[in-house]
């Protein structure tokens, strides 16, 4: 951790790193996103009959960060994402559960943009996809039953489709988001 | 035509209708895996038994059709027809006709049931009769 100040020769503190401060800022922002589309997406009445499907507009968050600050913060946004929803709207089962999906969601869109030549919205897709497999994987473990598989295709289905579309709208988003962060 | 394909080449695209049709594949894959199983399950070789006061009375395999009458203390019968693999109580002169109105059994565990006939349906696979066997 460096030191944010340092005491110059007036005794008057100074920034040191200006961009690690801004930095530190945007995720913090990024970080509020998310919550604030967590919550959005709960207060849509988005249920189709699926358990487990949903747009995933914290994906947007998490995306952006990925792809304007690289892997390791958006791995760390993705968990404290993941632990601060399950806090503030759901219980500690959901944390596990959420965190599942959202892990390994990041760690397939980190794979891919490090890949090189996916586009974001199918690393977006593809992401979808994995956080939906993720979530069925621990509900597997946790009710034993080969039934819950049943549910896999509709959702990798579903988690490709909202994946798509959350990935044109925060490449729709980023190219001003990083005309405003050079600026 | 227009050529679309000038101004963006599909080519920049390849991996990612790769990976997406690879995505569906799976989905697709994992869609028809239930039926597939379904399918092994059903032409493994299914009886259905006929037990009457308690006492299994006969086995009948499921792939042959037939119409068996299972009659009841020269008092009533119970027609029993096995076709397409299922068995359904067509007709019978029990006072409730419960057993009439059931639907088809073909899974392994279904049963059809006439209380006032004390007449028990049970459909098994073979290896499944045995253990019963076993248990009891």
Redesign the interface.
């Given at each position: 951790m460096p030191s944010l100040t340092e005491k110059n020769s007036n005794g008057s503190a100074r920034i040191q790193n200006r961009s690690y401060v801004g930095h530190t800022a945007c995720m913090g922002l990024l970080l509020a996103f998310a919550l604030i589309l967590s919550y959005v997406e709960m207060l849509i009445p988005f249920q189709p009959g699926v358990p487990g499907i949903k747009l995933g507009l914290a994906n947007l968050a998490v995306l952006l960060c990925l792809y304007l600050w690289g892997w390791k913060d958006a791995l760390l946004l993705t968990i404290i994402k993941a632990v601060f929803s399950g806090f503030l709207f759901g219980s500690l089962f959901m944390i596990l559960y959420s965190l599942a999906g959202a892990i390994i969601s990041a760690l397939v869109m980190i794979l891919?943009k490090r890949t090189g030549?996916?586009?974001l919205?199918?690393v977006s897709?593809?992401g979808g996809?994995a956080h939906n497999m993720g979530q069925l994987l621990v509900a597997f473990f946790a009710v034993e039953t080969y039934g819950v598989?049943?549910y896999?295709?509709v959702l990798?289905?579903a988690g490709?489709i909202t994946g798509i579309l959350i990935g044109m709208t925060s490449s729709l988003v980023l190219p001003y988001i990083q005309r405003i962060l050079k600026g | 035509m227009f050529a679309y394909d000038k101004i963006i080449p599909m080519s920049r695209f390849k991996k990612d209708i790769i990976l997406l049709s690879g995505i569906c594949a799976v989905a697709l894959l994992l869609w028809l895996i239930p039926f597939l199983l379904n399918r092994i399950n059903q032409s493994a070789p299914a009886i259905v038994s006929i037990y009457q006061d308690g006492q299994k009375l006969a086995d009948y395999p499921l792939s042959e059709d037939q119409t068996l009458v299972i009659p009841w203390e020269d008092k009533g019968y119970n027609l029993l027809l096995i076709e397409d693999g299922r068995a359904a109580v067509t007709d019978a002169d029990c006072p409730d006709q419960l057993c009439v109105r059931q639907r088809s059994i073909s899974r392994n565990g279904e049963s059809i049931i006439c209380l006032p006939h004390k007449l028990v349906l049970q459909i098994a696979g073979e290896e499944e009769g045995d253990l019963d066997a076993v248990t009891y």
């Open positions: 891919l030549g996916f586009h919205p199918v897709a593809a996809a598989l049943y896999a295709p990798l289905a490709t | -």
